[in-house]
Nanobody
Framework: QVQLVESGGGLVQAGGSLRLSCAAS????????MAWYRQAPGKQRERVAR???????NYADSVKGRFTVSRDNAKNTVYLQMNSLKPEDTAVYYC?????????????WGQGTLVTVSS
């Protein structure tokens, strides 16, 4: 069994920064692309940023230039550095990963971490 555990959410004022982390734990797995999604109240879940296993990245237009996704393959961890936060960034942020687990492809999700940006 492989789990994704997020950390780093919280309350921050507009213009501030937060860094989210997501660590994968378990056995017999290999991570492929990893991504961050978010879901604001009353809205659909949207992908914020994605990073492949070789480090290629892409971002939603709404966060380009403010958010940076990175990963440490040795630690099976993906990060999301969020700068210049805006109230509209308020959401539950979820970590997502494609993984080969015991030779079978699986899509993994974390439990979510709440980010609240006050104006």
């Amino acid at each position: 069994q492989v789990q994704l555990v997020e950390s780093g959410g919280g309350l921050v004022q507009a213009g501030g920064s937060l860094r989210l982390s997501c660590a994968a734990s378990g056995s017999s797995f290999t991570l492929n692309a990893m991504a961050w999604y978010r879901q604001a109240p009353g809205k659909q879940r949207e992908r914020v940023a994605r990073i492949t296993s070789d480090g290629s990245t892409n971002y939603a237009d709404s966060v380009k230039g403010r958010f940076t996704v990175s990963r440490d393959n040795a630690k099976n961890t993906v990060y999301l550095q969020m700068n210049s936060l805006k109230p509209e960034d308020t959401a539950v942020y979820y970590c997502n990963a494609g993984a080969i687990v015991n030779l079978i492809y699986r899509e993994l999700w974390g439990q979510g971490t709440l980010v609240t940006v006050s104006s």
